[in-house]
């Protein structure tokens, strides 16, 4: 489990290849006034694939992100599946205390979904606690290698996450998520609770609706007591998710092979696939074209392909069928922050827990908080770790502070 220091260094031939087929796409045509009923505008995508095969530098972005962000690889055992090489980002606060941190992402998302976050993290002051954070690529995403057999699940993301913190040296450490890096947190708070993780928080809180067998109280609550307005507009903007937007999670948890075909081969059709979710996921943030060509970038030119992130939908769907009807409950302390944009949307008395100590709620902000929020999601995990807050001490020896 030797730690190599990683740089990437996208050959020149891959990026030629990649406007070579940009070259060769074929645009559909559009139905007058379609506005975004019915996808990506065509204008749109013309636009971004212009860029990307004109205008837009890879390698200096490339840079950037080499210069920002401590990379490194290791390889990591995981029962059952061999030996992957996962790549990470490993940046250690100044404060010799700072509170270790795995963050953990989910998909579409990437390594580069903590770039802002990173220096507010790790960042020393009398006033909050500081932080060394690793943010790790998910097997099969960015520059990590992919499993090669079925039946990778929650299960193995976080064997995976638990032994790169332990193989750095945090026996004892916090996690944070969103998307499948909610689910993976929460795994890891399952099964490496009270020893090794000892406190988890997440962007993206889940819990299953009323329910006559499995929730009964809670379905008598629904029936009975009315909800604010706020939680109104949750459970509408969460209706708006399940008929509106969920078509891709049902093929990329039934047919995934199928799909991955197009978006491995096309980078049109890879760029769309992805724009769509950043446009619609988020609250009205101000996307600008070579941010987005970075974020596609960085799946058109992973390690193991695009077709291998949409496993894990596969994989879990799988392992999962009631993951959506029946609670999976932690034990560790917990953490919540809202965002109204965010895909699903529950009311407060849906997420009660025993070991939900923490609870923020913010104006803006959807499913990219760590994106598209990082200040507010910083704040927050700065009140729930430091002094006065719930978790304050939680790992020992390391309060985050001087």
């Known amino acids: 489990?030797?730690?190599?220091?990683?740089?990437?260094?996208?050959?020149?031939?891959?990026?030629?290849?990649?406007?070579?087929?940009?070259?060769?796409?074929?645009?559909?045509?559009?139905?007058?006034?379609?506005?975004?009923?019915?996808?990506?505008?065509?204008?749109?995508?013309r636009r971004l694939v212009a860029r990307w095969q004109h205008g837009y530098d890879w390698k200096k972005h490339e840079a950037q992100l080499n210069d920002?962000?401590?990379?490194?690889?290791?390889?990591?055992?995981?029962?059952?599946?061999?030996?992957?090489?996962?790549?990470?980002v490993h940046k250690k606060s100044d404060v010799v205390d700072a509170i270790p941190l795995l963050f953990v992402h989910g998909w579409p998302g990437s390594f580069y979904?903590?770039?802002?976050?990173?220096?507010?993290?790790?960042?020393?002051?009398?006033e909050h606690p500081s932080f060394h954070v690793v943010a790790f690529s998910l097997p099969g995403y960015g520059f990590s290698e992919a499993p090669k057999?079925?039946?990778?699940?929650?299960?193995?993301?976080?064997?995976?996450?638990?032994?790169?913190?332990?193989?750095?040296?945090?026996?004892?450490?916090?996690?944070?998520?969103?998307?499948?890096?909610?689910?993976?947190?929460?795994?890891?708070?399952?099964?490496?609770?009270?020893?090794?993780?000892?406190?988890?928080?997440?962007n993206f809180p889940m819990a299953p609706p009323p329910h006559p067998?499995?929730?009964?109280?809670?379905?008598?609550?629904?029936?009975?007591?009315?909800?604010?307005?706020?939680e109104q507009e949750g459970l509408k903007r969460t209706m708006w998710y399940r008929d509106h937007e969920i078509g891709y999670f049902m093929e990329q948890a039934t047919?995934?092979?199928?799909?991955?075909?197009?978006?491995?081969?096309?980078?049109?059709?890879?760029?769309?696939?992805?724009?769509?979710?950043?446009?619609?996921?988020?609250?009205?943030?101000?996307?600008?074209?070579?941010?987005?060509?970075?974020?596609?970038?960085?799946?058109?030119?992973?390690r193991a392909g695009p077709a291998a992130s949409l496993r894990i939908y596969y994989e879990v769907n799988k392992a999962y069928p009631t993951l959506s009807t029946k609670a999976e409950l932690t034990e560790i302390p917990m953490g919540h922050s809202y965002f109204p944009k965010e895909l699903i949307v529950?009311?407060?008395?849906?997420?009660?827990?025993?070991?939900?100590?923490f609870e923020s709620s913010h104006e803006t902000?959807?499913?990219?908080?760590?994106?598209?929020?990082?200040?507010?999601?910083?704040?927050?995990?700065r009140k729930m770790f430091g002094k006065g807050g719930p978790t304050f001490g939680v790992v020992s020896g390391k309060t985050g502070y001087a």
């Open 1 to 45: 489990m030797a730690e190599q220091p990683f740089k990437i260094a996208v050959p020149d031939a891959s990026i030629e290849l990649l406007k070579k087929k940009l070259d060769l796409t074929v645009f559909p045509d559009e139905l007058e006034d379609a506005g975004r009923d019915y996808g990506v505008p065509l204008a749109d995508l």
């Open 68 to 88: 920002e962000l401590p990379q490194f690889t290791r390889d990591i055992e995981v029962e059952g599946f061999g030996t992957l090489s996962v790549h990470y």
């Open 113 to 126: 979904e903590a770039r802002k976050i990173l220096p507010r993290l790790v960042e020393a002051s009398p």
């Open 149 to 202: 057999k079925p039946g990778f699940e929650l299960t193995q993301f976080a064997e995976v996450g638990n032994k790169l913190m332990l193989a750095l040296g945090y026996n004892e450490y916090v996690t944070q998520g969103g998307d499948w890096g909610g689910l993976i947190t929460r795994k890891i708070a399952q099964l490496y609770g009270k020893k090794h993780s000892k406190a988890w928080h997440t």
């Open 213 to 230: 067998i499995h929730r009964p109280l809670l379905l008598l609550s629904h029936l009975l007591f009315s909800y604010a307005p706020a």
């Open 255 to 302: 047919q995934p092979q199928t799909l991955g075909y197009g978006l491995t081969d096309s980078p049109a059709g890879l760029l769309a696939w992805i724009y769509e979710k950043l446009v619609s996921w988020t609250d009205s943030y101000p996307w600008e074209d070579d941010e987005v060509l970075t974020w596609v970038s960085i799946y058109w030119f992973s």
């Open 346 to 357: 529950l009311p407060r008395r849906w997420l009660k827990a025993s070991n939900l100590v």
């Open 365 to 381: 902000g959807g499913h990219f908080a760590a994106h598209e929020k990082p200040q507010e999601l910083v704040d927050d995990l």
